[in-house]
């Protein structure tokens, strides 16, 4: 049983497409996360929330609008997809807070042509 | 702006070393935490340590936390190459988001 699950594992996909990624956690944590990994490693928060209420929003940009229908789910609307869109992103829950270990899923590469 | 940052920024070492990776961060914290990723993976937490903590083991594992010099070090004793990841700090900085360091890649040989 997959703790925190997201899909797709891979997205190809034209610039200025619309596309969703999918997240679900089966651990009973109250918080989940989206983080963004570019190709240099570099591992940046973009959202964060708790029992459906968004608590972190990064300078990230309009086009990106998470979506939590229950504290179990938290799935990535992204809008006109750009070439600098292309990274992998990762969902991510905890028990309560960001003071807590987190729990990853297995990422979602995006790329963008 | 980055909190962490690990250093060396890659490490290559044989089976059966010790692997000793640093961390060093801008502002206080609650905790400081060490997380895996192995290639194509999401990341793995390895150990907590909390900010009253100086030292604290797990396994092969041995984590250290210096506040006044706002530093940390991850310790693999008797290395695998299954031990060949990525390796990253994170701290919470007194806030409510976890900011992770730019990690550093370490590669077992056999």
């Known amino acids: 049983d997959t703790a925190v699950s997201q899909t797709p594992k891979y997205l190809v996909t034209q610039m200025g497409n619309d596309k969703s990624i999918k997240c679900e956690q089966n651990?009973?944590?109250?918080?989940m996360y989206w983080y963004k990994q570019d190709s240099k490693k570099f591992l940046k928060i973009m959202f964060s929330?708790?029992?459906?209420?968004?608590?972190i929003n990064e300078t990230v940009p309009n086009r990106f609008s998470p979506k939590s229908p229950d504290k179990a789910h938290l799935n990535l609307h992204i809008n006109s997809l750009e070439l600098g869109d292309s990274a992998v992103y990762f969902c991510?829950?905890?028990?309560?807070?960001?003071?807590?270990?987190?729990?990853f899923g297995s990422g979602t590469q995006l790329s963008v042509l | 702006s980055q909190q962490g940052e690990e250093d060396p920024q890659a490490l290559s070492i044989q089976e059966g070393e010790n692997a000793t990776m640093n961390c060093s961060y801008k502002t206080s914290i609650n905790n400081l935490q060490w997380y895996r990723q192995n290639s194509g993976r999401g990341l793995v937490h390895l150990i907590l340590i909390r900010s009253n903590e100086r030292e604290k083991h797990s396994g092969r594992l041995r984590v250290t936390l210096d506040t006044s010099k706002k530093s940390s070090s991850l310790l693999i004793t008797a290395s695998r190459a299954a031990d060949t990841a990525s390796y990253f700090c994170?701290?919470?900085?007194?806030?409510?988001?976890?900011?992770f360091g730019t990690g550093t890649r370490l590669q077992v040989f056999p």
């Open positions: 929330y708790n029992n459906k209420e968004l608590i």
């Open positions: 991510a829950s905890s028990h309560r807070t960001t003071n807590e270990k987190l729990f």
């Open positions: 994170a701290t919470d900085g007194n806030t409510d988001k976890l900011i």
């Open positions: 651990l009973g944590h109250d918080t």
